[in-house]
């Protein structure tokens, strides 16, 4: 998983994010790169980037300087970005982010209509993955009658609609209680390890944070350390090895 | 799931809005189904007085200053008769006439003893005499209008004239009128051998080839007049236009109003839901689905309400149509084109309510739509 001969999937060079005209200063100046089938945690203090980094990982918003590299290709370079997070993101966030008027087997199949899919082809793709995520019993449900808990594992299910290159997960336990969080690091991990899923996973627990194989602290826009442990770790143990 | 079914769906979870929306085009269309209805049915009347007459063609001088067309000599039926395939000419002078207390009504003198007359009905009474005799045929429903039965007198400006028959037409707007004889009516408006319009028939056997050779040589003998088959003369005649035009800028009234209360409300809908828009765009949707969706949303609302317009339209004009005070006056159409139009209207009132929306949802970034709550 750490071999240093495998190419990166994404490369982040000299990263800057100002707000403001420059009075914020977000991101000061961040370079790593995550490889295909890495875990990787970005973990830091409110405020501190995390949030704004995997923005601009994910195409959601440009750097003010710098450049990403998606598999070698810069993303200045790509004139349809929505097309490009359609086919090689999936996104989960703190607040689930689903549609209220939509059905769970709806909201998973959302993504879809930006893939050459039939109708049948869709529902059938959803069904699947919300029985991956152990919701089967719960599809025509509303965001609404759902549980925190149940509510992420539809957003997993609609990250992995149009199976992605890269999952980016914004604190994805942040509005859950423990049980719940436990569960939904456990089911990234296994999507990680059954499928060689690349994860970035932005949160500022450190029990959350030690889920991943590898884990980058920021503090002030910065990346101030880059930890490897040796293989999956459930949530909460300690992260062992340093990189760079 | 499809995209309609969001559109659907995101519609339904606001059903007060949705509602009164779709409420707010039903008046719009309404509106537009009954003023065009009755524009177009006006225009209808006029030509159907035509064909009832059996006339083939009408020759008449068009100027742009008066309701009617400019009397003219009666010299010029002597001309037509003359070309090649005119079977029959009549001379008709006609005007707009207060009878004693009435509304002002279409009177109109026919060249006695010529076809104009063949295809009246007669209620009571009998066809006018000789072509100064002092009597009127009245239409059955001005009849109603002035309270007159045969062997009654009516003043019409300075002269008395004896009501000799009350008559029925297929023409609505001939069963409004009042007739006479050529001569008497002009004797009354001192416009002596002059008329508005001359009718013609024409050879049943003539080909429309043929038809359109003889209009081409009334236009070069005859300069400054025009000739006009029954489906055209509506089109040709100013008030028939006038009231058109009226109706058509009425409606345009009620169409901008529409187009504003479904901008309003698509663009209220889109400024609830940019948090809902930029998880879309964060997911991956493109600008022009988004675009899509909003105006889908839009069409739907105002299609809603344009298909319940229209039948409320129809349902107002059949009402109005059967309401005592103007039973018998107005020939509202509501043909194809009249429905099919305020359809059309309806469509196009949701694209143009919905761009703007549209436009400033999709011009989100997603971030910034994200933070909405």
């Known amino acids: ?244 | 799931m499809s995209l309609l079914t969001i559109v659907f769906k995101n519609l339904r979870h606001r059903p007060t809005r949705s509602l009164l929306t779709a409420l707010g085009i039903t008046v719009g269309i309404t509106a537009v189904v009954a003023l065009l209805g009755l524009a177009k049915g006006f225009e209808t009347s006029w030509e159907g007085a035509y064909k009832a007459r059996g006339t083939d063609l009408i020759v008449a001088r068009i100027t742009s200053r008066d309701p009617l067309p400019t009397p003219f000599s009666m010299k010029v039926g002597d001309t037509l008769r003359a070309l090649p395939g005119v079977t029959q000419t009549s001379g008709l002078l006609a005007d707009l006439m207060s009878i004693e207390d009435s509304p002002t009504l279409i009177v109109a003198g026919w060249e006695n003893k010529t076809f104009l007359w063949n295809h009246l009905r007669l209620n009571a009474g009998r066809l006018p005499a000789g072509e100064h005799e002092r009597v009127i045929l009245v239409g059955a429903i001005a009849a109603e209008v002035l309270k007159k039965k045969v062997g009654d007198k009516a003043q019409i400006d300075t002269e008395t004239f004896e009501v000799c028959g009350i008559f029925t037409s297929e023409s609505m707007s001939e069963n409004g009128s009042v007739v006479m004889p050529l001569g008497s009516l002009q004797d009354l408006t001192s416009r002596d051998n002059l008329v508005n319009f001359i009718n013609m028939k024409v050879d049943p056997a003539m080909s429309a080839d043929e038809l359109r050779k003889l209009r081409d040589t009334i236009a070069q003998r005859l300069p400054g007049f025009q000739s006009f088959d029954a489906s055209e003369v509506g089109k040709a005649n100013i008030g028939v236009q006038a009231t058109k035009a009226m109706s058509v800028a009425t409606s345009l009234i009620a169409i901008v109003v529409g187009a504003v209360g479904i901008m309003n409300t698509v663009l209220m809908s889109v400024f609830e839901r940019l948090h809902e828009i930029g998880i879309l765009l964060a997911i991956g949707w493109r600008r022009r689905r988004i675009v899509s969706m909003i105006l889908l949303e839009s069409v739907t609302l105002s299609l809603i309400g344009g298909i319940a317009g229209t039948v409320a339209g129809v349902v107002s004009l059949r009402i109005l149509e059967w309401t005592p005070i103007l039973r018998g006056r107005i020939t509202p159409d509501t043909g194809l084109p009249v429905l099919g139009g305020a359809l059309l209207v309806s469509v196009l009132l949701g694209v143009l309510g919905g761009l703007y929306p549209a436009w400033v949802g999709s011009r989100m970034s997603p971030t910034a739509a994200l933070r909405y709550e």
């Open chain 1, 1 to 244: 998983m750490n071999d240093t001969s495998i190419a990166p999937l994404v490369e982040a060079r000299n990263l800057a994010r100002e707000y403001d005209r420059g009075a914020i200063k977000a991101l000061g100046g961040v370079t790593f790169s995550v490889r295909a089938g890495d875990f990787v945690s970005i973990m830091g203090p409110s405020g501190c980037g995390k949030t704004s980094l995997l923005n601009l990982l994910g195409a959601l918003d440009t750097p003010t300087a710098g450049q990403i590299l998606f598999d070698g290709r810069d993303l200045r370079d790509i004139k349809d970005l929505s097309a490009f997070r359609a086919r090689t993101i999936g996104f989960i966030f703190q607040s689930f982010h689903l549609l209220p008027t939509l059905s769970a087997i709806e909201n998973v199949q959302v993504p879809m209509l930006e893939a050459s899919l039939s109708r049948a082809a869709r529902r059938e793709r959803a069904a699947e993955l919300l029985r991956a995520v152990g919701l089967d019993h719960r599809q025509h449900h509303l965001p609404a009658k759902l549980s925190g808990g149940e509510r992420q594992r539809v957003a997993i299910a609609r990250s992995l609609a149009n199976n992605p290159r890269m999952l980016l997960a914004d604190e994805p336990t942040g509005n859950l209680d423990s049980a719940s969080a436990r569960a939904i690091i456990a089911m990234l991990q296994q999507i990680h390890g059954d499928r060689g899923m690349t994860v970035v996973l932005v949160t500022h627990d450190a029990g959350v944070a030690a889920a991943a194989t590898r884990t980058l602290s920021m503090l002030d826009g910065l990346i101030v350390s880059d930890t490897v442990s040796p293989g999956p770790v459930a949530p909460g143990a300690s992260p062992a090895g340093t990189r760079g």
